[in-house]
C-alpha cells in the first residue's frame, strides 16, 4: 500500500508492476479471442426503452503505484430517444465512463472489471463490459458514435477530411459505391452547417478552425446513423459563441435521426439547455441521478448543491464565486466512508459510517446521502 | 514547389564553393605530405640531387609552390570543368580510381540500408504496440546491444566464429580463390554474395538499433495522440489503426533521416571494409588521406559534400510529401 502522500519505494512499485501485468494480460486475453460464442456477450435489456442500461461498471487503470478505481459501481441508463448529461469535476470518471462503453479505455492499463453495460443494439444486445473487441469493432463507428473533446487533434493530420469521412462509411457500408459515399460525406457536412462542403471535402484538418473540425468530428459521428451518440466535452475546447452554435447543431440533429445523445460535461449552463436526465458524478461514484427539472429545481446532494452554486447567475451581483472547499480524496487511497465527507459542510452523524447508498426520492430520483435516509426507502 | 527547390540548388553551389575551399586548405595544413615523403624517398635513393632540390622541384611539378588561394583558385578551375587530376598515390585519374572502388562499397551499403530500414522500421513499431511487454524489452535489449557494440570488435568476433572455428567463410577479400576458374556469371555474382554476408550482417546489426528506437518513439508518441483514438472509434481494426493512420504519421520524422542517410550510402565503412579487406571507398579514402593524395581526397570530400547537400533538399521534399502541413503552395 501507499505510504504517506502516495509515494512508494521502487521494490514496491515493481512488485505492483508486475502483479498488474499478470492481471491485464489474462484480461487482455480474454478480449483478443478471435471466435467466441455470442452467448457469452449476448444480454437481454431489464427495460426495453431504454438504448443503454450501465449496471455497477467498475473501471480501474493498474498504474505503477497502485490502482486507480476511475469508475468505482456506477449505474444509470440511457432512454431511447433522450438527452442525458453527465456532469461532476475534472477526474470524477465521466469520461472513463463514457471511453467503457465504446471500450476504448487507454488498455493494457485500464480495464472494465465488474458490472456490465449492456447495449440495445438493431438485432441484438450486447453487454459491452464482455464483448470481444472484434464485436466492438462493429458496433463503433456505426451503432455506438463519440464525439470527443479535442476538435484541434482528433483528426488525422495527414488524410483528407473526405478521405476521414468515407473510411466510416466504406467500413460499416460496403455495399456503398464510392460516388455514393462522396453523396453522403458531403450531405453529412451541409447537415452539420459547413456551406463549402465541395471545399472542405479536399481540405487537410490543417486548413481548418477548430469550430469546423468539431463540426466534421461530429459529421463522421453521425456518418452510420448511430442510435448513441456520445459527446464528450464536444465545447469546451471552442469559444462561446461557437460552442452556442454546435450545440443547437447538436440538439436539432437529435430530433432529425432520432438518436440518444449521453451529453458530457461540467459546465451546468450546458446541461439546462439540453439535458432531459442528469447524473452527477463525484469520486468514479454517481452521487446523485434525476431528471433536469429534479435536479435543478430540487438538489439534493451536497455536492450538487455546491456545483449548483459555484455556476455565476446573471444578474446576480456576487463578490467571489463560490467554490467547494478542499480536494478530491487521492484515488489510488480511497476512503471506506462518503467520498465526499472531507469536503461536505453538511455532515451528520451517520457520515463516517460506510459509504451512503442509493436513496430513492422519486420514481427517477435518486440521492446518496445519509442526509435523506429519513426521506425515502434505501433501494 | 520548381521555385523552392531552384532557391535551394543555387544556395548548394554557394555552400559547395565555401565548402570545398575549407577541405582544400585544410589539407594543405595536413602534417603529412606526399611530396616531403617522395623527395625523401628520391633523396635517400642516391643520385645527384639533395633532399632540398627535390623538394623544390616536386612542389613545382605538384602545383604546393603557389599559396592557398592561388592553389585552390588553380584547382578549383579545373574541377568546374569536370577534370579533377590525377590521384598522386594511384596515379592514375581520380574519377577513374573512384569508379574502380565505389561500387564495391555502394553495393555493401545499399543491402545494409534495406535490411536496416526492413527490420528496425516493423521492430521499432512492433515494440511500441506492446510498450513494457517482454517483447518490448527484448527488442530494446538487442538495439541496445547493436548501438554499444564497436563495429570493429563484433567483426572480429564474427570472423573467429565463421571463419576460424566453423570456416564457413574467407578471412579476407571480396572473391574465393577460385573466382577467376568459375564458369558462369551467375556463379562469380554468388562467390561475392557469400563473401558479403559477414560484412553485410556486421553493419546491419551496428547500425539498426539506433533507427529502431527512433522509430519506437516515435510510433509510441502518435500511439498517444488524439486521432489514433478517432480512428479507433470509428470500428476500424487494430491493423488499419497501426499500418494506416498511425504508420503515415511516423512516417514524418523517419523520412527526414533517411534522407540524410544518402552520403553514407556512398561514403563507404572505412573499419568494415578495412577488416574483411574489401577494396571499397571508405578503405581507398583512408589510405589517400594519411598519404597526403590532395586529388583525391578533395574530389571525394567534395562529393560527400554534393551529397550532403542533396539529401538535406531529398529529405525536405519527401518531408512535404508526407506531411500535408508543410507544403508550400
Known sequence: ?379 | MKKFIIKRLLLAIMILFFVSFIIYALMRCLPTSFVEALANKKAQAGGSKTFAEWMAQLNAVYGLDKGLFDGYGSWISKAITGDFGESWKFTIPVTQKFADVIWYSFVLNVICFILEMGISIPLGILAARKQYSRTDYTITTIALMGISLPSFFFATVLKLIFCVKLGWFDLFGVVGKYHEQLNTPLEKILDMGWHYILPVVTLTIVSIGALMRYTRTNMLEVLNSDYIRTARAKGLSEKVVINKHAFRNTLIPIVTIVGGMLPGLFSGAMITETLFGIPGIGYTSYQAMVEGDIPFTMFYMLFLAILTLLGTLLSDILYAVVDPRVRVN
Open chain 1, 1 to 379: 500500500m501507499a505510504k504517506g502522500d502516495g509515494y512508494i519505494s521502487a521494490k514496491e512499485s515493481r512488485r505492483i508492476s508486475r502483479e498488474n501485468r499478470k492481471i491485464t494480460s489474462q484480461m487482455e486475453k480474454i478480449k483478443n479471442r478471435k471466435h467466441v460464442d455470442p452467448s457469452e456477450y449476448e444480454t437481454k435489456m431489464k427495460n426495453p426503452d431504454n438504448i443503454l442500461e450501465i449496471d455497477n461498471l467498475h473501471t480501474f487503470f493498474f498504474t505503477d503505484i497502485g490502482t486507480v478505481k476511475s469508475v468505482n459501481g456506477v449505474s444509470f441508463d440511457v432512454p431511447k430517444g433522450k438527452t442525458v448529461g453527465v456532469v461532476g469535476e475534472s477526474g470524477c470518471g465521466k469520461s472513463v465512463t463514457s471511453l467503457s462503453i465504446m471500450q476504448l479505455v487507454q488498455r493494457p492499463q485500464g480495464q472494465i472489471v465488474e458490472g456490465s453495460i449492456r447495449f440495445a443494439g438493431e438485432q441484438r444486445c450486447i453487454d459491452i463490459a464482455k464483448a470481444t473487441t472484434s464485436v466492438m469493432q462493429e458496433i463503433r463507428g456505426k451503432e455506438i458514435s463519440m464525439i470527443f473533446q479535442e476538435p484541434m487533434t482528433s483528426l488525422n493530420p495527414v488524410f483528407r477530411i473526405g478521405m476521414q469521412l468515407n473510411e466510416v462509411l466504406e467500413l460499416h457500408h460496403p455495399e456503398m459505391t464510392k460516388e455514393q459515399m462522396k453523396a453522403r460525406t458531403l450531405e453529412m457536412l451541409e447537415l452539420v452547417g459547413i456551406a463549402n462542403s465541395e471545399g472542405v471535402y479536399k481540405m487537410y484538418p490543417h486548413e481548418l478552425s477548430g469550430g469546423m473540425r468539431q463540426r466534421v468530428m461530429i459529421a463522421m459521428a453521425l456518418c452510420c446513423d448511430p442510435s448513441l451518440i456520445i459527446a464528450d466535452e464536444p465545447t469546451t475546447a471552442l469559444d462561446v459563441t461557437i460552442q452556442a452554435q454546435i450545440l443547437d447543431l447538436l440538439r436539432g440533429l437529435k430530433n432529425k435521426i432520432n438518436s440518444s445523445i449521453m451529453l458530457i460535461t461540467h459546465d451546468l449552463g450546458v446541461i439546462a439547455e439540453m439535458a432531459d436526465y442528469v447524473v452527477v458524478m463525484y469520486a468514479g461514484k454517481v452521487v446523485e441521478k434525476g431528471t433536469a427539472e429534479e435536479i435543478f429545481a430540487n438538489p439534493m446532494h451536497p455536492y450538487t448543491l455546491g456545483l449548483l452554486a459555484s455556476k455565476p447567475v446573471v444578474n446576480k451581483k456576487v463578490d467571489r464565486l463560490y467554490s467547494i472547499p478542499g480536494k478530491v480524496p487521492n484515488p489510488v487511497n480511497m476512503p471506506d466512508y462518503c467520498y465526499f465527507k472531507d469536503r461536505c459542510e453538511m455532515c451528520v452523524e451517520k457520515c463516517s459510517g460506510q459509504y451512503p447508498e442509493m436513496v430513492k426520492v422519486s420514481d427517477t430520483h435518486y440521492v446518496s446521502c445519509y442526509r435523506y435516509y429519513d426521506e425515502g426507502g434505501v433501494k
